[in-house]
């Protein structure tokens, strides 16, 4: 037995109701009524009703819950049908290219590139070049300029405008923060270093000291409104290392408008991941990219998929966690990656000699 209570404007229109829904043998357990004349009058009625029969509803949850493992189960083996099938597809087509073509598919792939994605750039090549593409250079150099026409690329050296770094918690901001700083001062610039953490200073003390040893400029606020101030405070180049809190990321740059922004990404992170990440950000047009921890991934296809699908140009790789395990990529040395496979996949880092 369960008592459950209902309120109504007054006794009559509540008992009419309840009539209605429960039969006139409805079991009234208590009428309150309350208000006086000022206040809305209103009355409460309870009833008492059968307990739910408890069994059913767990057997009905169960049975929603096979249900619904059983379609997923469907879902899925249906997916991997069609994409079983679609690469088929694929494999069908890339037999019409020249060797060379069907090499360079292959070894793209083999990296973790987006097979349709490699499918599409390769075709292109074929539109292009035809049976030159019998020639493995001429067939390397077209798809290489493919590849150019879809992947930009900023090189951070040229840039003397503040930068923002913007990117998940632990993707490596701070660190590549710290990397960038080295390499443009040994470019001669002048540089000066702000944190900007409304929560944790703490969390900065490492960029500080790094910042002392380096003789360069460090300012840590955890006041918004510091911020352009700070960077509009003098004519070094800064640049800007936020938490990762994505709404306080938002919020820097709603203060920052027109800034450069660098959107740093793990190498690793999943590609769906990437994309939602950069989607977070309605405006990131003056942005750029760059991939961290390119050491801890097997292979490195997947950064040139990425790329093309974001739409953003690539101004910087990281390669480990020392402060010069940075690398600033072009065409040439992006195309060789995306080929070769990771050379700085941990495993295989050799003991220095
Ligand atoms: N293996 C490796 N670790 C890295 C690299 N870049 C950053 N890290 C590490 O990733 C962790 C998070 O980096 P941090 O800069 O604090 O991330 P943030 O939260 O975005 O500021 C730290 O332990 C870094 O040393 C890299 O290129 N390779
Ligand atoms: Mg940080």
């Not at 929560?199 to 910042?211: I, N, T």
């Not at 040139?304 to 010069?324: A, E, K, R, V």
């Given at each position: ?15 009419e109701a ?8 409805a ?5 309150k009524?309350n ?11 309870s ?11 767990c ?9 619904e ?36 598919f292959?070894?793209?792939v083999?990296?973790g590139f ?5 499918m599409?750039?390769?075709s292109?090549?074929?539109?292009e ?12 150099t077209?798809l ?17 405008g ?10 490596g ?10 390499l ?12 900007y ?10 960029l500080?000291?790094?910042s ?20 509009e ?9 936020v ?10 740059l ?23 990440y950069?989607?977070n950000?309605?405006d990131i ?6 991939f ?6 097997e292979s490195?296809g ?5 790329l093309?699908?974001?739409g ?5 790789l990281?390669?480990?966690?020392d402060?010069d395990?940075?690398v600033i ?6 195309f ?8 700085w ?7 220095l000699?």
């Amino acid at each position: 037995m369960r008592v459950k209570t209902y309120v109504f404007e007054d006794v009559k229109v509540g008992m009419e109701a309840i009539k209605a829904q429960y039969g006139s043998d409805a079991m009234i357990v208590d009428i309150k009524q309350n208000g006086n004349q000022v206040a809305q009058k209103s009355c409460e009625i309870s009833i008492a009703l059968e307990a739910e029969p408890q069994s059913n509803t767990c057997d009905l949850v169960d049975v929603r819950k096979k249900t619904e493992a059983i379609w997923n189960y469907a879902l899925m083996l249906m997916n991997n049908r069609l994409a079983d099938i679609e690469n088929d597809i694929i494999k069908e087509r890339t037999r019409e290219y020249p060797l060379p073509l069907r090499i360079l598919f292959d070894r793209l792939v083999k990296n973790g590139f987006d097979r349709k994605l490699a499918m599409s750039l390769i075709s292109e090549v074929f539109g292009e070049i035809g049976d030159a593409a019998q020639d493995s250079i001429r067939a390397n150099t077209s798809l290489r300029r493919a590849m150019a026409r879809q992947i930009s690329f900023v090189n951070i050296i040229d840039e003397s405008g503040p930068i923002l770094m913007l990117g998940p918690t632990g993707s490596g901001k701070t660190q590549t923060t710290k990397k960038l700083a080295k390499l443009l001062t040994t470019k001669e610039k002048a540089l000066s270093i702000v944190a900007y953490d409304p929560f944790a200073k703490g969390s900065y003390d490492d960029l500080m000291s790094f910042s002392e040893r380096h003789g360069l400029p460090f300012s840590f606020t955890t006041n918004e409104e510091d911020v352009s101030f700070i960077v509009e405070r003098d004519r070094r180049q800064k640049i800007i290392d936020v938490t990762g809190h994505l709404n306080i990321q938002r919020k820097v740059l709603e203060k920052l408008r027109d800034i450069k922004k660098m959107i740093v990404l793990p190498a690793g992170a999943r590609d769906d991941k990437m994309q939602s990440y950069c989607s977070n950000f309605s405006d990131i047009a003056n942005s750029m990219i760059g991939f961290t921890k390119l050491d801890e991934e097997e292979s490195l296809g997947h950064i040139g998929h990425n790329l093309i699908n974001l739409g953003q140009p690539l101004s910087f790789l990281t390669t480990g966690i020392d402060i010069d395990d940075i690398v600033i990529p072009d065409h040439e040395s992006l195309f060789k990656i995306l080929l070769e496979g990771n050379t700085w996949k941990k495993e295989e880092r050799k003991p220095l000699q």
